[in-house]
């Protein structure tokens, strides 16, 4: 099958131009390709804003199937502040090491259970019930519930083939509605309650915000934490000289998964709506025109990176993007990484090699680009360490 390789289709108008066009369901983008650009948009909240019509920013726009606001992603400062204040604390419990070891603990427990040279599809094998587990412990919520989110697939959003379904979407958000509903009538020491009972700026949480942070919980990490985990192992079984060398030098492993949030880049890019007339790389920007901040092509800029295109498991100055920028970076940042992490060491202790049989590449097209995201199935054979 084709290598594991994830191609840059941007370097090209990126190096000549610095920006693209694409258009978005009748709503157009100016996408921007620079590192230096992406970041300088990304803390301009004042010209950028993120405040727009709820699902307006997202790339594709997401306005014909949700009015709820996701928080804080969908707000700007102060208010931004103050909501990511009450929830941060949360978010931050993957560095407790009581966390790390339950996520250490279903990790080795999927790798066990598929290790024994078989072929397995690794989306839907590993990486879906991987994102899924995972995921109970940043919500606190039960092991079972797991079951529950793996039977929606790898996006909450969207089914394989079509950019948006408004059908899932609703599933989700009965989903929210009825886990908030209980939450106030039991409340328990889950995310749920945490929220129904939270305040920020002095006051109640209402439902609506409530559920707007859920929503994005749900939909942030999800694909994107199934393509980061799909890609590392695709990675190691064209490149077992990286597994091995984490076998020999784990303290690199910290270093390898900056890299691959860098070369993978899950999520391609996030929108803003602009606020007034302006202009990036020369190019006159509308107010309520819409610009992508394309974290894929900043994490391959030539003018930053050298050799961009190489995965470097030891890659010493990596400033990449691919948890956004500035005051909107990802909220799950800290639970991702902590799931790439100890995969990287589960792995290099426990895996022999990772063999690659087949696969369905997922590729991702907007206007002239079609770039590789990842997989939509990708059968391989998992060899353990003896």
Not at 242 to 248: G, I, K
Request: aromatic fraction near 8%.
């Amino acid at each position: 099958m084709k290598d594991s390789e994830i191609p840059d289709p941007f370097a090209q108008v990126r190096a000549s131009k610095g920006y693209a066009e694409i258009d978005d369901q009748g709503d157009p983008v100016t996408m921007l390709l620079r590192l230096k650009d992406v970041r300088k948009t990304a803390h301009n909240y004042q010209t950028f804003t993120s405040e727009a019509v709820p699902g307006r920013i997202v790339v594709p726009s997401e306005v014909s199937i949700r009015s709820t606001r996701q928080i804080p992603f969908e707000v700007d400062p102060p208010m931004h502040g103050a909501y990511r204040a009450m929830i941060e604390p949360w978010f931050k419990r993957p560095l407790q090491e009581k966390y790390q070891e339950q996520l250490r603990a279903i990790i080795a427990d999927l790798l066990k259970v598929l290790a024994h040279g078989e072929k397995l599809d690794l989306v839907y094998d590993f990486a879906l019930p991987l994102q899924s587990r995972a995921l109970t412990l940043l919500l606190n919520s039960p092991m079972e519930e797991a079951e529950t989110w793996i039977s929606w697939g790898t996006h909450v959003f969207r089914s394989e083939g079509e950019a948006l379904d408004g059908s899932k979407a609703d599933v989700l958000y009965d989903y929210i509605d009825a886990k908030l509903d209980q939450a106030v009538s039991h409340p328990g020491d889950d995310l749920f309650s945490l929220l129904m009972q939270g305040e920020v700026e002095g006051r109640k949480l209402s439902k609506e915000e409530a559920k707007g942070v859920m929503v994005l919980t749900f939909a942030g990490g999800r694909d994107t934490v199934i393509n980061a985990v799909t890609n590392a192992m695709a990675h190691f079984a064209s490149h077992p000289e990286d597994l091995e060398r984490l076998r020999r030098e784990p303290e690199l492993i910290n270093t390898a998964v900056e890299e691959m949030i860098r070369y993978f880049s899950p999520l391609t890019h996030m929108g803003r709506v602009v606020t007034e007339d302006t202009q990036v790389c020369e190019h006159a920007l509308k107010a309520d025109s819409r610009v992508s901040l394309c974290w894929a092509s900043a994490n391959r800029d030539e003018a930053v990176f050298e050799e961009p295109n190489q995965l470097k498991i030891d890659r010493k100055v990596n400033p990449h993007v691919g948890f956004g920028f500035s005051h909107h970076n990802c909220l799950g940042a800290t639970h991702a990484r902590q799931v790439m992490r100890l995969l990287l060491k589960e792995m290099a202790a426990s895996i022999s090699s990772v063999e690659l049989i087949e696969g369905r590449e997922n590729w991702e097209v907007w206007g002239d680009f079609r770039r590789k995201v990842g997989y939509h199935q990708l059968q391989v054979k998992l060899q353990p360490r003896h």
